[in-house]
DNA sequence: TTGTATGCGTTATCAC
DNA sequence: GTGATAACGCATACAA
């Protein structure tokens, strides 16, 4: 066994033909005989030739390579939407070279930096800490396609020009929370969030807006700053305290671990307190009590982002920036008081 | 805003230097001037040079690149993983290409082959349902060194030769499952099971195996096919007829979801039944019950998988294969008979 | 200390 | 139909 790669030009000399002729016969050109056709592919796939993609990339100047910077795939949220872009990307015959960004500044500089240098077609920034204009000067040299969901200036870039955008109508969902707590008499709320990313101010703001609209009052924010047990148990206490109707918490993870929290500080949901979570993980319909949130076309969404990042890759107009529409999925942890 | 990517010659013409003076500058080589070296990277700064991984990897016959193979990254346990690893590769300088290999053969060879033709350097397979010498077949040709985990014939290659392997030590959590159940005084025991993967199926025997050993008698398989509520219903439903002491299940995922579908029969967990799990999901603490289940070095495995890899892509000797310790973690879902 | 020439694996242009 | 040949962007052996 040769302890080289084969190459096109190992192909050709066996097949004895010219690499240019290895070239078109194996990506199917018409203007090859069928015979050398054959007889070309049979030899590659004898001597297990496998195109380099690299090089190919550099003659074509285009990669067919994605570059995806998600928060953290460790949250069941963002491993849908990781796994959802690599399935449409690969369907399209694209790679996608993955990086967490961590929510620190660093680290995502650093991933950006990596795409550049691979020279990925596209790049998905399913949310970032940086301000838009540094993703832009450390993504210009590529000069990738890039897509930015979740920020807060929401926009994607191509050379410079601003794009459309794919989000989940975050406010809708909260209007929806809202309107279901009054329904089930709920007067005061409060909200809990843990990291203050942007789309923890959204859905933030949006419940205090749609609060207000409706009579609920204040809302009471209550922030736990990374998503441990302690600052759980804190937070409970107050609410121990506040005796509000309803916690609405930014997404699932934190209403489950709020809801366990307030267990152990003796308080019961829905018995005590409603809580209400946004996501609609597969873990909120099998809690007990099961969670009341809203649930986000996550899948839908990384789906569409890799389909606009690649048909604006491919030069064709970018479509307007969608507003996915999410839905309230009423269960077990909230009920009238 | 010039529209063509700034390359190697650019910077050397701005310079007034040669393109390999640049190349060395950049790299850092001792044996250019440091006023050059100055003048080279500040003109390299100004001009915004991103040098092309894809071209060096082509001379330096090696791409900094890993492949990384998961069933599906939605599974927590598989994006910690994920994330350890991409850290870890990250910090080392490589960049990783992921993929779901979404336990389908069709899929999983597609995926290899686009790490092949990548050329990636190493590729780490965390479970595949392909047999190994297809695995090797498919990724022989980029002379990548590979890794598996998870896989029943555990083994990582580099050029065809055996080398080591990371696991978590499976069997030892299970006996010790069987061991907290003894001793809780149960004497008998189901084991609930989804897909068929290699893993699913050495808990399974091991389980059977602790619990011979330890006279609970045999152990009655459930199998889910899929991961949904109407096969855990049907699941819960035999558990209630057949009334073992304690439901073991394959994982976290699987042992809530089957809590839920107990709840729904009217089965109470730990009152009427004991429900084991395995991982140590971040959900399995603060679920309700909070779960009994095995805590598995995840981060620490995914990290010494890329470090493994790696060490071996450098040339160094390859550490033995390591069968990563795991702790029984004693929570509500279980209680004593 | 720096420049020149060559090659990495592939595709595209232009001959034949 | 097929074959040379010149890039693509970079790094190194060898000269200077």
Chains 1, 2 share one sequence.
Not at 9 to 31: K, M
Not at 112 to 128: C, E, K, P, Q, W
Not at 155 to 171: H, K, M, Q, V, Y
Not at 295 to 315: D, F, K, N, W, Y
Request: aromatic residues 4%.
């Amino acid at each position: 066994m040769s302890n080289r790669r084969v190459t096109l030009g190992d192909v050709a000399r066996v097949a004895a033909v010219s690499a240019a002729t290895v070239s078109r016969s194996l990506r199917g050109d018409p203007q090859i005989s069928e015979p050398t056709r054959l007889r070309v592919r049979q030899v590659a796939d004898e001597l297990g030739y496998v195109p380099n993609v690299a090089a190919r990339g550099l003659v074509l100047q285009q990669t067919q390579t994605l570059g995806l910077m998600t928060p953290d795939v460790t949250d069941p949220i963002h491993g849908q939407v990781v796994a959802e872009f690599q399935r449409y990307a690969m369907a399209r015959g694209f790679s996608v070279i993955f990086a967490n960004g961590l929510r620190d500044a660093d680290n995502e500089r650093r991933v950006l930096r990596t795409f550049a240098s691979h020279y990925v077609d596209g790049v998905a920034l399913m949310g970032s800490v940086l301000r838009q204009d540094e993703v832009l000067a450390l993504l210009a040299p590529s000069k990738a396609t890039f897509m930015v969901s979740e920020n807060l200036r929401l926009t994607s870039f191509r050379l410079e020009l601003p794009r459309g955008c794919i989000r989940a109508d975050d406010a809708a969902g909260m209007h929806a929370v809202a309107e279901h707590l009054v329904g089930l008499g709920h007067r005061s709320v409060a909200f809990v969030g843990t990291n203050a990313c942007a789309t923890q101010v959204i859905r933030r703001d949006a419940l205090a807006a749609a609060a207000a609209e409706r009579g609920l009052g204040d809302v009471a924010v209550h922030t736990v700053k990374v998503h441990e047990a302690p600052d759980f148990l804190a937070v409970a206490r107050r609410l121990h305290d506040d005796r509000p109707d309803a916690a609405v918490c930014y997404d699932d993870k934190t209403a489950l671990s709020l809801i366990d929290a307030l267990r152990t500080v003796g308080m019961r949901v829905p018995d005590d307190v409603s809580v209400a979570g946004f996501d609609d993980t597969p873990m909120a319909s099998i809690a007990n009590p099961r969670l009341t949130t809203v649930a986000q076309p996550t899948a839908e969404m990384a789906r569409r982002t890799a389909e606009m990042l690649i048909a604006s890759i491919s030069g064709q107009p970018l479509a307007d920036s969608q507003l996915l529409p999410v839905a309230l999925q009423v269960r077990e942890s909230t009920r009238a008081r």
